[in-house]
Every structure is written in structure tokens, then in C-alpha cells.
């Protein structure tokens, strides 16, 4: 057992470098048999989740063919595949990652227990977050429900520098069978829209850290400011790279501290970002409720639409609301996969509020559009702008985003990258939306922009009267 392979099970961690479960494996000395397994839970996953979890999958294949080894692929259950492949190559130890979030811990801790009844050694190690979500507590002993007092308890702690890229990976003397990732067609559901999406998205550990030193080098002087203004490239942009584990936290929380000792005070900022998605874990740890229901449990009282069917509800998936800043928003989700931040609280609130829609209608469609997606932060954000989460401040954050984009977008230079029909000669990018769409939308750039399902003042009048009618 002491020279047989270990089984490197990647999962949201699809890099080389400061991955503490290989560089584990590889100072063992033993045998590295990297596999990664299209379960159930990749199953799920939406359409862009999907496609471009599939882009980096073979970007890490990539990557460790060229330090001599290679990613075995199969599908099927995680604990029928691992057996398998115990079977296939003698493998007496798996380790991975953890992960936090209800779905994943409760197939890893099944898997564990199987596998060590089986004899099999199994570890786990950090890697997705700064603070494991049980190793940060309040003064009294429990878990943080408020973001602040989070951030200013974590700001100083220690976070170990960054592990290096191995060295060296052992291969085994022979390679089990793997499936082909083309043969798991995992861009399918995005239809025609694959390629378009494709060339917005920035793939791989490579891709990453070249991301990251770009914003530190040139945008994150600027960040406070900047990351509100949805037609200025002033954010980093790593939510994508962070997602699928191209790029760990760790790096990104060194790169930050480092520019705050050159005197660029706005990475401050972007260190607090970090913690806010450390939040969406530590909450989704301690209250695993809230990836699938109300956070505060008085609002499952409130009376949200859920019917996806209601023409509000078809009008704000399409981009059609009549109101620019969502539905600009809506279109750059559709077409890159991602949405600037100020224009997710537009739209979460436009949906919650505006049209009192539920927001799992919402997160739901997120998870479908998103290549940033995450379960952990995509219900943290909804519930958040919903009202039913943490943090929430209730009547605050009903956005007139009529008036947010007056703010934001001053120019219209964001809306005119997005929206085709109030303009004579609409941007490519705006164009780029009609060859994404399914056909069956029928929706052209030459059609009127439509009149507001929901005029701002109005939905915001609907909004308070109905909190006020329920007590909140």
C-alpha cells in the first residue's frame, strides 16, 4: 500500500498551482492517478455552468500533460467510479478538496465513509476558501450572520503563502481507460450559442493569473469607484477563474495585500470582496438552508410569485422589460456569461420587488447563465437582494433603476453595448444578443423597445405596501 497510486480527485480545483491535495499527493512520492468525474451534481449543472466547466476540464488536461501525466475522465456515480478505479489500478488512497456546500458535502461524506470501509485511505484538504468556514467564529462561539463583523474578525488573520506548482507528478506504470470529453457533450444545451459565449470567457490557471496581475497592475488603484460603473473595465473579474478553482483565493488575497502595502488603498476593497464570497460559504456551511430555501424563515409567509410563466417574469429572462439597465444587464448575462455586479442588484431587485417574483425564479436562471456560477454565492446574492437573507436591508434596497443608471451609466455607454432597439446603428456586441437567443424568442433588433412591464416608481410603491401589509 505504501507504493501504491493515490487517486487525485479534482473537482472545483482544476489547477496546478497552490493546491495543497496535490502537492500532498505528489510529496508522497507514490503514483498520481488524476481523474475527474461527471457526477450527478455536474449533471445538474446549467447550460453555461456546464459548457464552461467543460473548457476547464480541458485546459487542466492540457496542463498535466505537459508535466508528464494526464486527467482520466469517467462518468457515473463518484463512489461507483472511484471503486472502479481502485479495482482498475491498485489505488489505496484518494484525496481531494473539500467543499462546502450542502449537495457536495453530503456525497463527499458519503463517499469517505464508503471508501474507509473498504479499507481505502481517504483526505481532504483546504482549497477553496481562505478560512475554512468552522475555523472563524464570534466572540460568543457561533458563526458570523453579519458580513462587517466577519470582515473585521478575518482582515488580519494569517493566510500561508501560496504552494508552489509541483515539480514533479509520478505517473503510473499504465493508465486506466478514460472517456473522451467530447463524447460528454457538455456545451450541448448551449445550442448555437456556444461559440459566441466562448469568446468572452478567460480560461485556465494561465489565463487566471494573467487576469490577476493585470487588475492589480492597472485597475485596482481605482477599484472603489470603478467597480460601480458598469461600462468601465475596473473589476477583476476573476469570479469566473475563482468558480472552477483556476486561480485560488490565496493568491488573490496575497496579490491584494501586497498592492495595499504599495500604497494602492483601494485593494482594501477587493480583499473585502474576497471575505464577502468567504460569507456565502460560511453561511451555506452553518445554514445549508439557504442554497434552496427563505434564509429567514419568517419570509416563507411572503406571498412571491411563482409562476415562470407570468409575461413579467419571460419579459426579464429576455431582456425585455422596458426598463434599459435591466434589461442591458440581462443581455450581457445572456451573451458573456457574466453581469457586472451593480447590474445583479438591478436585476435581483427589479425581479424581487418590482414584480414581487421569487427569488429562486431568479437564482435559477442565474445558474443557467452564469459561467461564474456558484451555488454558494448565487443564493447568497438573491437572498440578499430578495430581503429573505442576510444582511438584507429591506426598503434600502428596492433600486429605482431608472435612477441607478442615471448614477452608473450616465452616458449610456453600458446600454449601448447591450440594447439594439433604441439606437439606429446598435453595437456588435449589442447584435451579438440575437445570435445568441433561441429563434424561438422572436425577438429582432428592429422591434420597438418595449414600455415598462413595471414602471420603476410603481413597482417600488408595489414593493413597500406589500412589506408593510406583512410586517416586515
Request: include cysteine; charged fraction near 25%.
Amino acid at each position: 500500500m505504501e507504493k501504491s497510486p493515490i487517486i487525485m480527485w479534482f473537482r472545483r480545483d482544476l489547477r496546478l498551482g497552490d493546491h495543497q491535495a496535490l502537492t500532498a499527493v505528489c510529496e508522497s512520492g507514490r503514483p498520481v492517478i488524476p481523474v475527474f468525474i461527471h457526477d450527478d451534481i455536474v449533471a445538474g449543472h446549467g447550460a453555461a455552468p456546464k459548457f464552461r466547466l467543460g473548457l476547464s476540464v480541458a485546459d487542466l488536461a492540457r496542463s498535466l500533460d505537459a508535466k508528464g501525466s494526464r486527467l482520466i475522465l469517467r462518468k457515473g456515480s463518484a463512489l461507483d467510479v472511484l471503486r472502479k478505479l481502485i479495482a482498475d489500478t491498485g489505488a489505496g488512497a484518494v484525496y481531494w478538496s473539500r467543499l462546502y456546500d450542502p449537495d457536495n458535502r453530503a456525497r463527499d461524506t458519503d463517499v469517505k465513509a464508503a471508501l474507509k470501509s473498504d479499507g481505502i485511505v481517504v483526505q481532504s484538504f483546504a482549497g477553496h476558501v481562505l478560512f475554512e468556514p468552522w475555523t472563524v467564529e464570534t466572540k460568543t462561539g457561533g458563526f458570523y450572520k453579519v458580513f462587517t463583523p466577519m470582515w473585521k474578525s478575518v482582515r488580519d488573520n494569517h493566510v500561508p503563502a501560496a504552494l508552489p506548482t509541483p515539480g514533479q507528478i509520478t505517473a503510473p506504470d499504465s493508465w486506466p481507460a478514460s472517456d473522451s470529453l467530447d463524447d460528454w457533450r457538455m456545451g450541448a444545451a448551449m445550442r448555437r450559442g456556444a461559440d459566441i459565449l466562448a469568446s468572452h470567457c478567460t480560461v485556465g490557471e494561465a489565463a487566471a493569473a494573467s487576469r490577476l496581475g493585470a487588475f492589480i497592475a492597472h485597475r485596482v488603484q481605482s477599484y472603489q469607484k470603478n467597480r460601480d460603473l458598469p461600462a468601465v473595465d475596473g473589476t477583476s473579474r476573476l469570479s469566473e477563474n475563482l468558480t472552477y478553482g483556476e486561480i485560488s483565493p490565496r493568491v488573490c488575497w496575497h496579490a491584494g495585500w501586497r498592492a495595499l502595502h504599495d500604497d494602492k488603498a483601494d485593494a482594501e476593497v477587493f480583499l473585502k470582496e474576497l471575505v464577502w464570497r468567504e460569507f456565502a460559504y460560511h453561511l451555506a456551511f452553518h445554514t445549508p438552508r439557504i442554497v434552496h430555501d427563505n434564509w429567514k424563515e419568517d419570509w416563507d409567509a411572503f406571498p412571491w410569485n411563482t409562476d415562470e410563466r407570468l409575461a413579467g417574469v419571460t419579459s426579464w429572462k429576455q431582456g425585455r422589460t422596458g426598463i434599459q439597465f435591466v434589461d442591458a444587464a440581462m443581455r450581457e448575462m445572456y451573451v458573456t456569461g457574466t453581469m457586472h455586479n451593480r447590474g445583479r442588484m438591478i436585476v435581483a431587485s427589479y425581479l424581487t420587488k418590482h414584480l414581487l417574483t421569487h427569488w429562486k425564479i431568479g437564482m435559477n436562471w442565474f445558474a443557467d447563465c452564469l459561467i461564474d456560477w456558484d451555488p454558494c454565492s448565487n443564493a447568497m446574492g438573491w437572498q440578499w437582494s430578495a430581503g429573505s437573507g442576510p444582511d438584507a436591508t429591506l426598503y434600502f434596497r428596492v433600486f429605482n433603476p431608472v435612477t441607478q443608471l442615471d448614477k452608473f451609466d450616465k452616458d449610456r455607454a453600458y446600454v449601448q453595448r447591450w440594447l439594439a432597439e433604441p439606437f439606429s446603428k446598435p453595437s456588435a456586441t449589442a447584435l451579438s444578443y440575437y445570435d445568441m437567443i433561441p429563434r424561438s424568442w422572436g425577438m429582432s433588433p428592429n422591434d420597438p423597445y418595449p414600455d415598462p412591464v413595471v414602471a420603476a416608481d410603481v413597482g417600488r410603491k408595489r414593493a413597500l405596501d406589500a412589506y408593510e401589509t406583512r410586517g416586515f
